[in-house]
């Protein structure tokens, strides 16, 4: 069993220990020691990393630190280590303090959502980025996260003293924890923020609530199992804040304006943007139209119009060939387009006998694309440039003199 001398001290970043045993797990070496200050991952916080200083002077990096279930800590390092010797560990002081913020600012967050709302939390998770507790309650407005976020942050600015405190189990049945860990046995390590909150927790946690620094909601999402809050702590939330005040800045500096118009800013040009599309489709469906009657002066009875637009759009074929079958009842349009995805269109005039979903079938058949559609309208589409307009143009061909005999 390792001795955890972060049970009584989170900031002890330097110590020294004998080597118990080196062993393997899964391919990476793994240092047991007799007392360790390295964190391994649990309780929802992650595991520390750091370096070995052996007693030739040579460094080994520790790039994780486990638990074992007989209450081993595996040290994972990058090297091996003689066992028998004693060597200097030396934990990353600044991922430690970040954890250690985010962890204690974590206990804050939970206890104020306890406090105001009686929601206890049943799961906290530490991600690189940010972190995450999930609240078991149906739902929380954005109102009552703001309340509990602004007092878990004056509980902060009254920089309240966090104890480790050790306990029985018997004790801690009488002290209205906020929460009881699962195992229960032997001694219980309490975190006391005095006189706001009591939890069992084996985490390592700050001396007192002012070194959290500010405690930042992010985001408030609905979960299967409730409500889940993700938040960040200290300077991980200056860093986010900072982000953020970025992202916005440029995004004012794409519209000229200042930051907080920006909501306005972007409905407006929301609005611009759809206001503009239904006038340019106004627009096409004109030169639809014009572009139809000019088609169908230069065809004879019965009126085939196969044309290839290179320059034009799906949008803008399913339109001519709307006009076009509509503007007289003799008219058969087998279009295609080749702005955007390559795309064809076939249409006939109500009543007459011909089937474009099948025509559309055979074309698609020989071109390598997907399509169909109804006896008098049919589209089809094909995939990233699989064919080129002369393809096309000769399908297009082929397939007007395959309609001849129908009509
Ligand atoms: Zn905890």
């Known amino acids: 069993m390792t001795e955890r001398l972060y ?17 393997e797990r899964e391919g990476r070496i793994a240092v047991v020691l007799d007392q360790t200050a390295f964190y391994p991952t649990s309780g929802g916080q992650v595991h520390d990393t750091g370096k070995l200083v052996l007693n030739d002077g040579r460094e080994v990096a ?12 595996f040290h994972f390092t990058a090297g091996p280590v003689e066992p028998g010797q004693t060597i200097r560990g030396v934990v990353d002081s600044a991922r430690r303090r970040d954890h250690m913020q985010q962890h204690s600012g974590q206990h804050v967050l939970s206890a104020a959502f ?81 006189d706001f909150d009591l939890t069992a927790c084996g985490g390592t946690h700050v001396r007192s609530t002012g070194q959290i620094g500010a405690i930042l909601v992010r985001k408030i999402e609905n979960v299967k199992q409730g409500v889940r809050i ?75 119009v196969t044309r290839f637009f290179a320059e034009r759009d799906a949008t803008f074929i399913k339109l001519l060939a709307q006009k076009l079958t509509a503007l007289q009842p003799d008219v058969t349009a087998l279009l295609a387009s080749g702005s955007g ?12 006998k011909g089937n474009m979903g099948q025509l559309m079938k055979e074309a698609m058949a020989k071109l390598g694309g ?38």
Do not use: W
Not at 64 to 73: L, V
Not at 345 to 350: D, N
């Open 114 to 194: 306890v406090r105001l709302f009686e929601v206890p939390t049943v799961s906290f998770h530490m991600g690189a980025e940010s972190c995450t507790i999930d609240l078991a309650v149906k739902s929380l407005t954005a109102d009552q996260v703001t309340r509990a976020e602004l007092l878990a942050n004056e509980i902060v600015t009254e920089d309240r003293a966090v104890n480790i405190r050790f306990v029985s189990l018997e004790e801690a049945r009488q002290l209205a924890l906020r929460k009881l860990p699962p195992k229960q046995t032997g001694q219980l390590r309490l975190i006391d923020i005095v």
């Open 62 to 73: 520790v790039a994780e630190t486990a638990g074992e279930e007989d209450g081993r800590i």
């Open 230 to 304: 993700e938040f960040v702590c200290g300077l991980r939330a200056v860093a986010t804040a900072r982000q953020d005040y970025l992202t916005l800045t440029q995004a004012a500096g794409l519209f000229s304006a200042h930051i907080r118009e920006l909501p306005q800013q972007i409905e407006k040009s929301i609005q611009e943007s759809k206001a503009t599309g239904k006038i340019q489709y106004k627009l096409l469906e004109e030169l639809a139209e014009l572009y139809g009657e000019r088609l169908l002066a230069q065809a004879s009875p019965p009126r085939t």
């Open 341 to 352: 995805q390559l795309s064809l269109v076939f249409a006939q005039s109500p009543g007459m």
């Open 370 to 407: 997907r399509g169909g559609g109804s006896a008098d309208m049919a589209q089809g589409g094909l995939p990233a440039r699989t064919a080129d307009s002369a393809q096309i143009e000769d399908v297009l061909r082929e397939m007007a003199v395959r309609l001849k005999p129908a009509i």
């Open 7 to 23: 049970y009584h001290d989170s900031f002890l970043y330097s110590f020294d220990a004998r080597v118990l045993e080196t062993t």
